[in-house]
Every structure is written in C-alpha cells, then in structure tokens.
C-alpha cells in the first residue's frame, strides 16, 4: 500500500481497449497493459504548464487490462511528484518534477556519415522480434549495434494516429517517439542478455520538442549492470528527447535462441 499522507487524490483515469485501441498493441503473455511511455504522459499532465523534465520515474507495478477489461486508476500529485495508484491503493507509478534543461545545453548528435547503414523495416521486426501493434511500429536503419552502443535512424512512424484515443492530439510527451526509443534499448537488451525486460525505472527524462516531424536519430548506450542512455534528435542533430539511467526489470523467460539468430542476421 502507498502511504504518504503528503500526496492527494486528485483525478481519475480509465484504460480501456474501447476508448484507447493501442493498448492491444501491447501484450503480456496474450493479457494487453499500459506501455510506460503512457503512464508518464499521464503523470507528467500533473505539471505539463511548467515543466518538460522529470525525474526518479519507476514503473512498481504494470497497470494490466485483465480479461481485457477496462482498468481504472488515480493519478495523485503534490507539487513536486506524481503517483498512480490502483483503487485499492497500490502503487503502480512514480514520478518527480524536475529542473528543466534547455535544448541548447550542449547535447548534440552528430548525424552518421561514414557508417554502412543496415536497414531492417517492420515487417522484418514486427511481431517476429517485438509484439507492438502498428500504432508502435517503425522502419530502422541501423550505423551502430554492439553491446555498448547503438546508433539507429527511424522512419515511417505515426504521431497522431487515431487508435491513441485522447492522447491522439493531447500528448505531455512525445508518446510513439519515446516508445520507439524503448525498443531500441529492448533490442540491445534482446541481443546481449539472455532474458526479456521490461522498461521499468529511468533517472531522468528530458523532452526539448514534442511535435518533430520527420525522421530521428537515436544514440542508445549501454553502461554497467545494464543502465541505459538515450539521446534523441532530428537529422541536424538538434535534440528531441533524452532519457539517463533507464533500467528493464528481467523475467525469468529466456529470450529463445531463434529470436538472437534473427536480430544478428538482420543487423550485419
């Protein structure tokens, strides 16, 4: 149970397939849940007039449609963090203000040039590597992919696509985008751990342009006990969004061998 007295109820909010189609797009073991870049779109509303940056963001417990009935939840706030909790007072999601950093604070990725790029498009990816319905699908051209890094382009992806529902043109954070940059860190994870991951705890989280059309650019790199780093931007290198010290919460399924087969062939 959640007991700091200093947060207060303050809104409700209800998941379900009906009114939000792209909660299918996401499944564990045939049972839809709500994908994180969600949850923190939706905690993050709590101070979306003064704040694009956040901190000590920490999935505790996925918010599961079961049966896929709808589930509902409340979003609770004080002025400088934001919870989600089940009816019953469980936890489920956490997250704090934070400072904001401004686009031009030194983070830049410079575009690739002299790399060989590997195309792998959504049908080589989608569902035979990752289970994300078309709302959450991309093209990948990839410059980098080793264990400490990954150097990916991305294309062909849906901003404002009607199976969002109410985030369809509603959105604190780029939605699709910071899902997509999950994966990218799901398929570094797929290539050299042996088991799956779920996204569940990021350090901080940075959005310095919301409504980027075009391609981008992602840096994703890997550092000690498997703590990711993620830089997004458009092809000039301008950031978009930036993500420190995402953690996967592991399962004891093994990731199968046929999956690591495919993923190696498809980015040499």
Excluded: W
């Amino acid at each position: 149970m959640y007991k700091d007295m200093n947060i207060q109820k303050d809104r409700k909010c209800v998941f379900s397939i009906e009114e939000l189609p792209f909660l299918a797009d996401h499944q564990l073991e045939g049972t839809p849940f709500v994908p994180m870049a969600v949850i923190v779109d939706e905690l993050a509303r709590t101070f979306r007039h003064d704040c694009c940056s956040f901190a000590d963001i920490e999935i505790k417990m996925p918010v599961m449609l079961r049966r896929k009935r709808a589930k509902s939840v409340v979003c609770a706030s004080d002025e400088s963090s934001a919870s989600l909790l089940d009816e019953a007072g469980n936890l489920h999601a956490s997250l704090k203000k934070s400072a904001n950093i401004v686009s031009d604070s030194g983070f830049m990725l410079a575009a690739p040039r002299t790399a060989m790029p590997v195309a792998v498009l959504k049908h080589q990816i989608y569902p035979a590597l990752m289970f994300h319905g078309p709302t959450f699908q991309a093209d990948f051209v990839f410059y980098e992919f080793d264990r400490q890094s990954v150097l990916v382009e991305l294309s062909d992806f849906g901003r404002d696509n009607s199976t969002l529902g109410r985030y369809a043109s509603d959105q604190c954070i780029p939605i699709v985008l910071f899902d997509l940059l999950l994966q990218t860190a799901g398929l570094q994870l797929m290539a050299f751990s042996d088991t799956y991951g779920l996204p569940a705890a990021c350090a901080s989280l940075s959005v310095f342009a919301g409504n980027h059309t075009g391609n981008v650019l992602v840096r994703t790199t890997c550092h000690a006990g498997e703590i990711y780093n993620i830089l997004a931007s458009d092809l000039s290198g301008k950031p978009l969004l930036a993500c420190s010290g995402l953690r996967f919460a592991t399962s004891s399924r093994r990731i199968e061998t046929e999956k690591k087969d495919l993923l190696e062939k498809l980015i040499k």
